[in-house]
């Protein structure tokens, strides 16, 4: 019922830096959380950063002083800002929103992905 699509993934070089972009639609009530994971080959998926609607944010240990992450609710968009990028951080990245559903009962829903790799 809301569809997430995420934009920006590409190849880059070793401390080079991309910008990911994911726009949500659909049958958008009100969204709390917006956030990325990302999960590279035979490893589990990882939250990269999350933020609310008010703006509170929180980052994986991996990625602190390098990724912002930010969102414009007007337009249901969360933005992933990466630099100083290394090989490890070469994964697919998948956008996350959720929305509340009722008291005590939330949605989640997932983008398909945009791969980004790191790489001289």
């Known amino acids: 019922q809301v569809q997430l699509v995420e934009s920006g993934g590409g190849l880059v070089q070793p401390g080079g830096s991309l910008r990911l972009s994911c726009a949500a639609s659909g049958s958008i009530v009100s969204i709390n959380v917006m956030g990325w994971y990302r999960q590279a080959p035979g490893k589990q998926r990882e939250l990269v950063a999350d933020i609310t609607s008010g703006g509170s944010t929180n980052y994986g240990d991996s990625v602190k002083g390098r990724f912002t992450i930010s969102r414009d609710n007007a337009k249901n968009t969360v933005y992933l800002q990466m630099s100083s990028l290394k090989p490890e951080d070469t994964a697919v990245y998948y956008c996350?929103?959720?929305?509340?559903?009722?008291?005590?009962?939330?949605?989640?829903?997932w983008g398909q992905g945009t791969q980004v790799t790191v790489s001289s």
């Open positions: 996350n929103a959720e929305q509340k559903a009722g008291t005590h009962k939330k949605l989640a829903y």
